[in-house]
Every structure is written in C-alpha cells, then in structure tokens.
C-alpha cells in the first residue's frame, strides 16, 4: 500500500506562487500515472492535473492550464504541482493519488492523504 504525503502548501497573495509536493512511501509510484485534485470548502474534491508515469505527458483542467505545472521525479518517488498567478479561487486542500490509467481523472484509491492547504488572499 502507497502512502501519500502532500506538503508546500501555505498563504499567499493573489498572483503569487507555491510548489506542492507529493512524497509516496511504501511502494515507488515510478510506473503509475498520477494525479493532483483539490478540495475547496463546501464544494466536491475536484481533478487539478495529471502525469503519465515517464513525465512525458500531462494534461489539466481548464481552471489552471496555463497556470499550473505538473512533474515528476521518479528517483525521489515525488510528484510536484508548480501553482503560477494563483487566484483566490484556487483556494482548496490539495491531495495528490494513483490514477488507474494516464488518461484517468479519477483517482484509483478510495483514500487520501492529510492534503495540504493553499489559501490566495485577494
């Protein structure tokens, strides 16, 4: 069984940056695709990006292409979320998983990890 754990979280101004990283344990993830998905008070957690298992191709939601980036380091058994010109609207716990495919926006497990909280001040 994977363990997740997301950190990099943090307050910022709108327009700001934060990078998020996800450290998986107990198993490497390095032939999974994976994912980034959000969850903002009172609302249902949501997909953010997605990697395929070599890094070679991603793909995200309308609400942050053009703003976030996804990667990867297999070595380290890590995934990153680079979060550009966020907005007070990007305002969620963020969770990293398994996808079941790379072309998935679901998650493959049912659990998650503590998330790591990402509050933009306006």
């Known amino acids: 069984q994977v363990q997740l754990v997301e950190s990099g979280g943090g307050l910022v101004q709108a327009g700001g940056s934060l990078r998020l990283s996800c450290a998986a344990s107990g198993r490497t993830i390095r032939n999974y695709a994976m994912g980034w998905f959000r969850q903002a008070p009172g609302k249902e957690r949501e997909f953010v990006a997605r990697?395929?298992?070599?890094?070679?191709?991603?793909y995200y939601a309308d609400s942050v292409q053009g703003r976030f980036t996804i990667s990867r380091d297999n070595a380290k058994n890590t995934v990153y979320l680079q979060m550009n010109n966020l907005k007070p609207e990007d305002t969620a716990v963020y969770y990293c998983?398994?996808?079941?495919?790379?072309?998935?926006?679901?998650?493959?497990?049912?659990?998650w990890g503590q998330g790591t909280q990402v509050t933009v001040s306006s």
């Open positions: 998983n398994v996808l079941p495919t790379a072309s998935s926006t679901r998650s493959l497990y049912d659990y």
């Open positions: 990697i395929n298992w070599s890094g070679g191709s991603t």
